[in-house]
């Protein structure tokens, strides 16, 4: 929920109203055609330019009603803030990604975008084994002061993004939903939490999400896997099928010029052939923690 106290808050330009920007961003979704990817390119050939500078007043004053109902429900239990690429608290990091997103709402400490991170991901149905080496490695890396990143997901997520809570560490959900959404269901209760005491962000637009079923929303779960990549400078995968959504964060972790690790127990499963691949493409087989922190602490020195 955005207050007059909050529109300056991480927008370099004193006339730029963060609940128009909202509205004008929405708007440019309200295209059919409208994709990441289009964007990203509508906003690359305007450098410096705000979603505003694109819609007309008319069609931000037909659709800022509905964008201040959504913002101001009172289902929505925590304020939702923008990032906007030209603005100096955009996460520079979004840059090596192949289509970086024009903007981004959070809620939460923007300050943990400034941390060393780490994402870990896995799959929504993970195994006891993979639960334990989750929590394991998230309190090993919150002792080493890394943020943890994830997704919010059932399963390897959750873990991650709860491990890293109890251990009193710092943790960063990117979904795949609108802010005031919340997927899976039994999430809730976590993505209050972290909205509040730690950082949560969405890239999904409210309004296109609701006009278009679950079909198309599936696509943004993608999406937010490459930003998810992007905002960390090393994705860890605890375990995942063949067809699982993680392997296009691996991908993208590497084409992003991320560190990839894919933990050992992953190679020694015979019903995936994954690992071996990504492995000759970059990707850091791990077998012991040292594996990991070492290749973290040469990479930053």
Known sequence: MITETQVLNGIVKDSISPLKEIAAYESLWTNRKASFKSLYELFKSNPGSKPSDFVNSDKISEILPT?????????????????????????????????????????????????????????????????????????????????????????????????????????????????????????????????????????????????????????????????????SEATIIIEASETSGTLIQAKAALQQGRKLFILESCFLNPNITWPMKFEKLGAIRVKEYSDIIKVLNISNE
């Open 67 to 231: 964008i201040k109902n959504i913002l101001f429900d009172h289902n929505t239990k925590y304020p939702v803030n923008l990032l906007i690429k030209s603005t100096f608290d955009y996460p520079t990091r979004l840059g090596d990604a192949a289509e970086p997103v024009q903007v981004l709402y959070y809620s939460g400490n923007l300050n943990y975008l400034r941390t060393r991170s780490v994402a870990i991901v896995g799959s929504r149905k993970p195994s006891q084994e993979g639960l334990l080496r989750t929590s394991k490695l998230v309190k090993l890396l919150v002792e080493d002061d890394f943020t943890i990143v994830s997704g919010l997901a059932a399963g390897i997520d959750s873990m991650a993004h709860n491990s890293a809570i109890l251990a009193k560490g710092r943790t960063i959900a990117v979904i795949g939903t609108p802010m005031n959404q919340v997927y899976p269901k039994e999430n809730e209760k976590l993505q209050n939490y972290i909205a509040h005491r730690h950082l949560l962000i969405s890239q999904v637009p409210f309004y296109r999400y609701t006009q278009q079923g679950i079909r198309g929303n599936r696509l943004f779960f993608p999406e937010r896997n490459k930003t998810m990549s992007a905002l």
